[in-house]
């Protein structure tokens, strides 16, 4: 710039002083000593200016070796810039004495195309693209062929859970937050690809102003800059998606092939599957686990490594696998045998001696032994006893238990009132391993309005086998309701095979016998108060259940069948009166939507012997909680003529409920509206003599040991003694 400046001003000083020249006289024609006039524009730029213009101009100044002379008085001239400038100089009368040539106009090549008809190149060859709006702020944009990214609706799914604009957007960000957070977005976008198995995908980013989108710009108009909300689009354009070119598990190979084959299938990943890094992940822990369920208990898996080749645009996986040997089950030893024997434990566990090692099998011994309420801490470490030999020959791992004893001995207590029972206090101590293994001793008193209770029970679990239960309760009570007041002393027996949460069984069964002797009070017969009457009873007892439900304590789906029977022999005022009393109870469960509707109906008689002869304590009632709701305790039934219940020799009850799920406290609240019908008759057959419905709703708040139940029962047809409205609170559902 300042070269120009000099030589256009240099340009104007030669021209002037040539045109001062001509009105000169000869003398003053000649130049004198540092005169400028006369002199040409060559002659004002030294030789060392034009062979290095940047040195000479670098320089310091140096003081010029002869004075310049400068005429004293020129010739006016209004175009010389050396001479001041009259005040009446006129600028256009100036311009107008220059003669300047006019610049020809160029003619436009016939040849060469107008800049008009040049086509802009295309930096990137974009496909047709879909958009997809995930928020206010944010857009994708995919290719519109699905069968070029057919990832795209877990890619949105996963993009929406990780994105920074997402979790840390609130809609009024600035531009340049929202810049930051794009580019935090991008490079989450080029990892996900990249995880879907898309190593050549692009990501273009775009920030924008617009409120409305990237489609939308003509509709703006001149609304300002300033007062648009910041957008992001980001256009994914996957590319091609690579596969597995090479799968290498190392020592699996070297397994004959009945026994790589389901470790391999197990693992999952085959040459020519798209190379997904899920996929990976996921199939290490297949395979770790297969290896456990297949005699491998002491394989090791190494790090993977996935070795990326662009030019067959395919990835080669290597993972080490050194399987360890295979094993069967030995014994099961434990480090506190005076306490839990090794021996006790091999009966609980669900393998013999022999059986090919399961990592599954040692993780439910260990629940299992947990679940006893004995221990505080297990830890179970597989130990070989021998090792394998050959491929057909496998090693014998020793289970090594380590287990911490809990505390032993539990105090409870209980008071309350309900409308069925009145007040009620409770107390009971137990020792749950009074007798090794797993032999409990309970002592238990009740002092109620209504009932009273000493009982002594002893109690051996996982007796023989695993959820075996052999127990024996001695007891005294005093009950009175309205339908039955009875003095009873009694000896129970049962060995039983139970059903629970960590196995779930489709049959459960139960064998037992009792003696009981009983000092009852007949109320009225013939409309003559009788006095009380006392019955020696024995009988054997069996219950078998069928569950084809899919929850023990809340099922939502399937159903559950029980059969019992009791043959019974009675002696009272010295007449023998065998009798059988059976039962058969069938509930149904079946989802409607979130809706489960459950169905529930009940038969039951007692058969050989006639009413009277028949204790009251062991005749047939209905009416409750558990039974119809909407009445109370055994209130359904003939009556005498005080308006009491007299019980009954055959029984038929049925009920329906809806359980509603809701959205409150995270839909752990049920709304369940039910209605329920019950009959009892005099003879062994039903002849609905006396039927009692009930209608009502309750609540169920669910929990991790069941659901916590509350209904409100209205008698439809009550009878005079009946309650207007009955409360019900128990833990699990009534059916």
Do not use: C
Request: hydrophobic fraction near 40%; glycine fraction near 10%.
């Amino acid at each position: 710039m300042g070269l120009r400046l000099t030589l256009a001003v240099g340009l104007l000083a030669s021209g002037t002083l040539a045109a001062g020249q001509e009105n000169l006289p000869n003398e003053a024609a000649q130049p004198a000593a540092g005169d400028l006039r006369g002199q040409t524009l060559d002659d004002l730029i030294p030789e060392s200016a034009v062979e290095n213009a940047e040195d000479w101009a670098s320089r310091e100044e140096e003081a010029p070796s002869q004075p310049v002379v400068v005429d004293p008085a020129p010739v006016s001239d209004p175009l010389d810039p050396l001479q001041d400038t009259p005040s009446s100089f006129d600028l256009d009368e100036a311009l107008d004495r220059l003669d300047i040539a006019e610049p020809e106009k160029l003619a436009p090549d016939a040849d060469r195309p107008s800049f008009a008809d040049i086509d802009a190149p295309t930096l990137v060859d974009l496909p047709d693209l879909v958009e997809v709006e995930i928020s206010d702020q944010l857009i994708l944009a995919f290719p519109a062929e699905v069968a070029r990214f057919p990832e795209e609706e877990r890619f949105i799914a996963r993009f929406r859970a990780l994105s920074a604009i997402e979790a840390l957007g609130t809609g009024e960000d600035t531009v340049p937050q929202l810049a930051a957070r794009a580019r935090s977005d991008e490079d989450l976008l080029a990892a996900m690809l990249r995880n879907y198995g898309y190593y050549s995908g692009e990501i273009i980013r775009q920030l924008s102003g617009g409120r409305r989108g990237f489609a939308d710009e003509a509709e703006r108009g001149d609304e300002p800059a300033a007062d648009r909300d910041p957008k992001v689009r980001f256009d994914v354009l996957p590319g091609a998606q690579y596969t597995f070119g090479r799968v290498d598990l190392g020592a699996l190979d070297r397994l004959n092939q009945e026994k790589r084959s389901p470790l391999v299938d197990a693992f999952g990943i085959a040459v020519g599957d798209p190379v997904y890094a899920d996929t990976i992940v996921a199939g290490e822990s297949r395979l770790r686990l297969a290896l456990g369920e297949n005699g491998y208990p002491f394989g090791q898996l190494g790090e993977p490594d996935l070795l990326i080749d662009h030019s067959r645009e395919e990835g080669d996986l290597t993972l080490p696998v050194d399987p360890g040997g295979q094993f069967v089950f030995g014994q099961v030893v434990s480090d506190d045998p005076d306490f839990l024997s090794g021996r006790h434990l091999g009966r609980i566990a669900r393998f013999d001696p022999g059986d090919l090692y399961k990592t599954s099998l040692q993780a439910d011994l260990r629940r299992a032994i947990l679940a006893t309420g004995l221990v505080s801490s297990v830890a179970i470490t597989p130990r070989a006893v021998t090792t394998p030999s050959g491929d057909n020959e496998p090693g014998e791992v020793a289970l090594d238990v380590a287990i911490e004893r809990a505390p032993l001995r539990t105090i409870s207590g209980a008071v309350g009132y309900g409308t069925e029972d009145g007040f009620k206090l409770e107390a009971g101590w137990e020792h749950r391993n009074l007798f090794p293994p797993e032999g409990a001793l309970r002592l238990r008193g009740i002092v109620g309005t209504r009932e009273q209770l000493a009982s002594v029970t002893f109690r051996r679990s996982n007796f023989r086998g695993r959820d075996q239960i052999l127990s024996v309760d001695a007891f005294a009570s005093d009950i009175e309701t309205e339908a039955v007041d009875a003095r009873t002393v009694a000896l129970r027996g049962s060995f039983e095979r139970v059903s629970n949460l960590l196995f779930q069984k489709p049959l459960s069964w139960q064998l037992g016998a009792e003696l009981v002797y009983s000092d009852e009070r007949n109320r009225v017969t013939d409309g003559i108060t009788r006095p009380r009457q006392e019955y020696l009873i024995a009988g054997v007892f069996g219950r078998a259940t069928i569950d084809g439900s899919d929850d023990l304590l809340d099922p939502r789906q399937g159903y559950r069948i029980s059969f019992f029977a009791e043959p019974e022999f009675s002696r009272s005022l010295s007449e023998n009166s065998p009798y059988l009393r059976a039962r058969v109870d069938a509930s149904y469960y079946q989802p409607v939507g979130g809706t489960v509707i459950a169905a529930r109906v009940a038969a039951a008689t007692v058969v050989g012997a006639d009413l009277l002869d028949v204790a009251p304590s062991r005749r047939l009632y209905s009416g409750g909680g558990g039974s119809v709701r909407g009445y109370g305790f055994q209130a359904i039934g003939p009556r005498n003529a005080f308006d009491e219940p007299e019980g009954g020799r055959s029984l038929l009850e049925a009920a329906v409920e809806a359980r509603i799920p809701t959205g409150f406290l995270d839909g752990a609240i049920e709304v369940v509206p039910f209605f329920d019908l019950g009959s009892i008759s005099s003879a062994a057959r039903p002849n609905f003599d006396v039927v009692r419905a009930g209608a009502g709703i309750g609540i169920r708040y669910k929990t991790s040991f069941g659901p916590i139940r509350v209904d409100v029962g209205v008698p439809l047809n009550p009878a005079p003694t009946d309650a207007p409205v009955v409360v019900y609170v128990s833990l699990g559902q009534a059916f």
